[in-house]
């Protein structure tokens, strides 16, 4: 059983960045490909960035390639996700979970708002 817990979402001016991070328990977290995703007001749901298990591979939304990087670190049970060049779209309510995702895990995901 993983429980996921997002943080570091906050208001951003357009061009900014932020370092989201999801705490994992639940001694099987390395043993996961982890994922983030957000959610848009009015939007459904959608894929943002997913890391293996060991951290060696990486898969991007187009919409987000080249300016998100995500990592994981298992000793810390903790996924990260780093924003650079922040947009107005890229506001939406941000989710990690395992990839592909897994209904029970969804957590109440952190709020990233930029402004222009």
């Known amino acids: 059983q993983v429980q996921l817990v997002e943080s570091g979402g906050e208001l951003v001016q357009a061009g900014g960045s932020l370092r989201l991070s999801c705490a994992a328990s639940g001694r099987t977290f390395s043993s996961y490909a982890m994922g983030w995703f957000r959610q848009a007001t009015g939007k459904e749901r959608e894929f943002v960035a997913a890391?293996?298990?060991?951290?060696?591979?990486?898969y991007y939304a187009d919409s987000v390639k080249g300016r998100f990087t995500i990592s994981r670190d298992n000793a810390k049970n903790t996924v990260y996700l780093q924003m650079n060049s922040l947009k107005p779209e890229d506001t939406a309510v941000y989710y990690c979970?395992?990839?592909?995702?897994?209904?029970?895990?969804w957590g109440q995901g952190t709020q990233v708002t930029v402004s222009s």
């Open positions: 979970n395992t990839n592909p995702p897994f209904g029970p895990y």
């Open positions: 890391i293996g298990w060991s951290g060696g591979s990486t």
